[in-house]
């Protein structure tokens, strides 16, 4: 079964350095630049022009949303900042300015207001942030000292939390009880990328293996790998309802995957460098970037573009 997707739009010299990471909301795409700014573009607009939202003189390389109205960052000085989106404003949250400079990768939780944060220590501190302005730590989750925390991932039903580190270890841990859950073995290579299925069942890791594996959440049971990228993977995102998977790598490539098939259904090869992250826009969130109410996706990379897909099919 393959799938087709179009080229729609795309923005040259969106930033004035890489792009490391992009995310999605139903008013704005989201990008994070080594520039030193983390940019809206609107996704009703068929010529976004760029909104920077917030900044720093180190640059930013990880940024999450809740799906509402939080959006967060990290920037290469290990620092954590926030960006009201729905009075687009910068949320000053003092606590956050005591603590110390180590974090890496941020997930943030739609299900209970969870803000989880792996830290170059290989820990994850997990935060409480359903009063924002007066956060409070829940936990410091540490099972072994496991190497710089590359990647983390909270869970769409707000029970799990999920930490990749650059020794390949997986580690799972449950929130209920703040506790370890779960080991996956079989990974020897820096893991930089891990995304829970929107059902909560399944858990997608990639990164220097070039491959995508795919496990049992509950069991940690191994289900398949998705081999095919011929360079680092850096970033996985789950379709809405779990039924296609898109990765992209360091060699400059982004593909989507089928789940019912296992198998790749569309390579997108058109960038001339590395690929550092893409995201999926859900039906009708990108009427002007992508000309459409169909799902569509976006990636960004070195290439300090944006670029938008459309599905080629449907309205």
């Not at 789950?238 to 198998?263: N, V």
Request: glycine share 8%; charged share 20%.
């Amino acid at each position: 079964m393959s799938q087709i997707y179009i080229a729609s739009n795309s923005i040259s010299d969106a930033h004035k350095s890489d792009i490391f990471s992009v995310a999605v909301t139903e008013l704005f795409t989201i990008t994070a630049s080594g520039d030193g700014t983390v940019s809206l573009w609107d996704n009703s607009s068929n010529e976004p022009k760029s909104f920077i939202a917030l900044q720093s003189p180190v640059g930013f390389h990880h940024i999450a949303t809740n799906g509402r109205n939080v959006l967060a960052a990290v920037s290469y000085d290990g620092r954590i900042s926030f960006f009201d989106l729905k009075d687009m404003v910068k949320i000053e949250v003092s606590a956050f300015q005591l603590e110390e400079s180590k974090y890496w990768a941020i997930s943030l939780s739609i299900e209970n207001d969870l803000l989880a944060l792996s830290t170059i220590d290989g820990a994850v501190d997990l935060w409480d942030i359903s009063e924002l302005a007066h956060p409070k730590k829940l936990a410091t989750l540490r099972d072994l000292k496991k190497g710089f925390g590359l990647s983390v991932d909270i869970s769409p039903d707000g029970k799990y939390i999920a930490t990749g580190h650059e020794t390949g270890t997986l580690l799972i841990y449950q929130v209920e009880t703040l506790k370890f859950f779960l080991s996956i073995p079989g990974h020897s290579s820096p893991i930089r990328t891990i995304k829970f299925s929107p059902s909560s069942t399944m858990i997608a890791v990639a990164g220097d293996s070039k491959l995508i594996s795919l496990y049992n959440v509950s069991t940690g049971e191994h289900i398949t790998n998705l081999p095919g990228h011929d360079g680092w993977i850096f970033s996985l995102s789950w379709s809405e309802i779990g039924d296609f998977l898109l990765s992209s790598c360091y060699g400059g490539k982004a593909k989507i995957w089928s789940l019912e098939t296992m198998s790749c259904v569309f390579t997108i090869s058109e960038n001339s460098k590395p690929l550092l992250s893409s995201a999926w826009l859900d039906k009708g969130w990108g009427k002007g970037v992508i000309g459409g109410k169909n799902k569509g996706i976006v990636t960004v990379g070195e290439e300090k573009a944006i670029r938008w897909y459309r599905e080629g099919s449907g309205q």
